[in-house]
């Protein structure tokens, strides 16, 4: 088992920027592949971006591509996500997610409990 928790939501003006952060707990943080997924009101749960537990590449959605950046510290068992350039359809409940790593929600087995970004124009 391994258990998720974000934080580092909130309000933000566009434009602006906001790092999330995952801690984990459990199971070896490092062997999974870990990612950032997020839903807005009325819409489907949506990849944002992921991290190979190899350490070896990141890959994004169009979306978000060239705004935000995901890093984990295996040390300290925490992934981040610092989004930057926030518009106000970056507007959601943002999830952190650990498995085998993949665009699609199916893959992964773990999930926090969501953190609210809510950005203002």
């Known amino acids: 088992q391994v258990q998720l928790v974000e934080s580092g939501g909130g309000l933000v003006q566009a434009g602006g920027s906001l790092r999330l952060s995952c801690a984990a707990s459990?199971?070896?943080?490092?062997?999974?592949?870990m990612a950032w997924f997020r839903q807005a009101p009325g819409k489907e749960r949506e990849f944002a971006a992921g991290?190979?537990?190899?350490?070896?590449?990141?890959y994004y959605a169009d979306s978000v591509k060239g705004r935000f950046t995901i890093s984990r510290d295996n040390a300290k068992n925490t992934v981040y996500l610092q989004m930057s350039s926030l518009k106000p359809e970056d507007t959601a409940v943002y999830y952190c997610?650990?498995?085998?790593?993949?665009?699609?929600?199916?893959?992964?087995?773990?999930w926090g409990q969501g953190t609210q970004v809510t950005v203002s124009s």
């Open positions: 997610a650990a498995g085998l790593g993949s665009y699609s929600a199916a893959s992964y087995n773990y």
């Open positions: 991290d190979r537990w190899s350490g070896k590449s990141t």
């Open positions: 459990g199971r070896t943080f490092s062997v999974y592949d």
